[in-house]
Every structure is written in structure tokens, then in C-alpha cells.
Nanobody, 115 residues
Framework: EVQLQASGGGLVLSGGSLRLSCAASGFDFDDFTIGWFRQAPGKEREGVSCIRERDGSSTYADSVKGRFTVSRDNAKNTVYLQMSSLKPEDTAVYYC????????WGKGTLVTVSS
């Protein structure tokens, strides 16, 4: 059974940091690109970052470039999202996802940034 579990969310003050984790199981983790997405209240879900399976290269949404860093530990089947200089507009539920052909979404973790 494919499982993705995001964790690490919480309440943080503006300017603070959090590290999210996405623990995966049930598939060959090394073979898939993993992405982070978020959905703020009343808004559509948007892509935040992704990290590729082979070379570990990554991409970021313009809104988080320079503030967020994605990484993966294939030995632990885990992807991380280090978030720094957080802003109130980063408040959202954050999800991790395996890209196609698996295309599986995990349950999210709530990040709340207070001003």
C-alpha cells in the first residue's frame, strides 16, 4: 500500500522557520519525483517545490525561492521541506505527492504563520 505522510507543521511567527517531512512507503521511493504542494484557505492548491528521483535536482515556485529548500534522503524514504523567513501568506495545508506514473497524494500538514 502506497503511503505518504506529511508532518512538521505548526504555528510559527512571521520570519520563523519550520521543517516539514514527507515519509513514504509502499513503493520504490528512489524511482519517483516527489513534490510539495500547498492550499491556503479559499485558494486553489499550488505547487511549491519538487525534487527529482535521479539527480536530486529541484524546482521552486517563485513565491518561495530563496526561502524554502527541498531535500531527500533515499535511505529513509523521506523528503524534507525546510522553510525559512516564513510569511503569513505561507499559511496553508502542505501536501506531498508522488509524480506520475504513481501520482499519489498524502494527507497534509497545517502550517500557520502569524504576524
Amino acid at each position: 500500500e502506497v503511503q505518504l505522510q506529511a508532518s512538521g507543521g505548526g504555528l510559527v511567527l512571521s520570519g520563523g522557520s519550520l521543517r516539514l517531512s514527507c515519509a513514504a512507503s509502499g513503493f520504490d521511493f528512489d524511482d519517483f519525483t516527489i513534490g510539495w504542494f500547498r492550499q491556503a484557505p479559499g485558494k486553489e492548491r499550488e505547487g511549491v517545490s519538487c525534487i527529482r528521483e535521479r539527480d536530486g535536482s529541484s524546482t521552486y515556485a517563485d513565491s518561495v525561492k530563496g526561502r524554502f529548500t527541498v531535500s531527500r534522503d533515499n535511505a529513509k524514504n523521506t523528503v524534507y521541506l525546510q522553510m525559512s523567513s516564513l510569511k503569513p501568506e505561507d499559511t496553508a495545508v502542505y501536501y506531498c505527492r508522488t509524480y506520475p506514473p504513481l501520482d499519489y497524494w498524502g494527507k497534509g500538514t497545517l502550517v500557520t504563520v502569524s504576524s
